[in-house]
């Protein structure tokens, strides 16, 4: 996934939606760029450069800038290192199935607990690209899937310059602050769930005020939480909220409000959020 040039499209199911996309992935001396263009409304290009998201809207004119992305591609997060994660995953092989007509080997990835979703990717036998990934709710039904419907690795592909065209005042810069150690907060870590690890912890501007949002990303190689802390306020919806793959559980804890959210079954966030005090 690192290391070729390759470009298809791409069919993007979550959240009950369809989209389908042009993909591409260029690489030049280790140096990568992934770009994501819509074929469908709303028009929009998405590209993965040195760390940043760019989305640019075609329609406005406009784009955001997110420096501190959550994923760490486009098509599907894997771990550094598998082996690591033998305490609260299995792995096992299926039978060999086509994608986009190519030669592929299955892969399921099934957790041993219930903080974390299953699911199955199809690796292509020649190229070791994932052609499709699929994710599971705990009953086994399908929540969101990612699949080529074409797919070709090529030598050579050009990097894009990122917003060109565009004026300072139509980008809007997210995440922008430096990371911070989770030492250096009042953040306390003592009740997560096996595997999560913190991956960065930003303060966040809020854009209104002088009031701050702590933003502190948890991820276990495949599943990422984002644990939230901010003033509380009158229409705070507490508890879990669900959207597709995505849930979120939130808190009152004295004057601010705490939410855990991401791609993990509902025990999860509940479990992080109610795990987290302060000194």
């Not at 940043?52 to 501190?68: D, E, G, P, W």
């Not at 994923?71 to 986009?100: C, H, K, M, W």
């Not at 190689?221 to 597709?244: A, H, N, P």
């Amino acid at each position: 996934m690192k290391t070729l040039n390759y470009q298809g499209t791409v069919a993007f199911f979550k959240n009950g939606r369809l989209d389908t996309m042009k993909y591409s992935h260029a690489v030049d001396q280790k140096t990568e760029q992934e770009r994501l263009l819509s074929l469908n409304s709303p028009m929009r290009e998405v590209i993965r450069d040195a760390g940043t998201i760019s989305c640019i809207f075609n329609k406005s004119k406009k784009m955001i800038v997110n420096h501190r992305p959550v994923s760490q591609s486009f098509i599907v997060d894997l771990p550094i290192d598998f082996s690591a994660l033998n305490t609260i995953y299995r792995y096992s092989l299926g039978e060999e199935e086509s994608v986009a007509m190519r030669s592929s080997q299955t892969v399921f990835i099934k957790p041993i607990d219930q903080y974390r979703y299953p699911r199955k990717i199809w690796i292509d036998r020649e190229h070791f690209l994932p052609l499709k990934v699929e994710v599971y709710n705990l009953l086994g039904e399908t929540l969101e899937q990612v699949v080529y419907t074409d797919i070709r690795v090529v030598d050579k592909l050009k990097f894009v310059k990122v917003g060109k065209n565009l004026d300072d005042a139509n980008i809007t810069h997210i995440h922008l602050q430096e990371t911070v150690t989770l030492g250096k907060t009042d953040f306390i870590l003592d009740k997560q769930p096996i595997g999560f690890q913190m991956v960065f912890f930003t303060r966040m501007d809020t854009g209104s005020s002088d009031e701050k949002v702590d933003h502190l990303l948890l991820s276990d190689g495949f599943s990422s939480v984002s644990v939230y802390r901010e003033f509380k306020s009158d229409d705070t919806q507490l508890g879990i909220q669900t959207l597709g793959s995505v849930n979120s559980f939130t808190r009152i804890a004295e004057d601010y409000q705490i939410t855990a959210m991401g791609d993990v079954p509902v025990k999860a966030v509940e479990e992080i959020a109610q795990g987290i005090t302060f000194q």
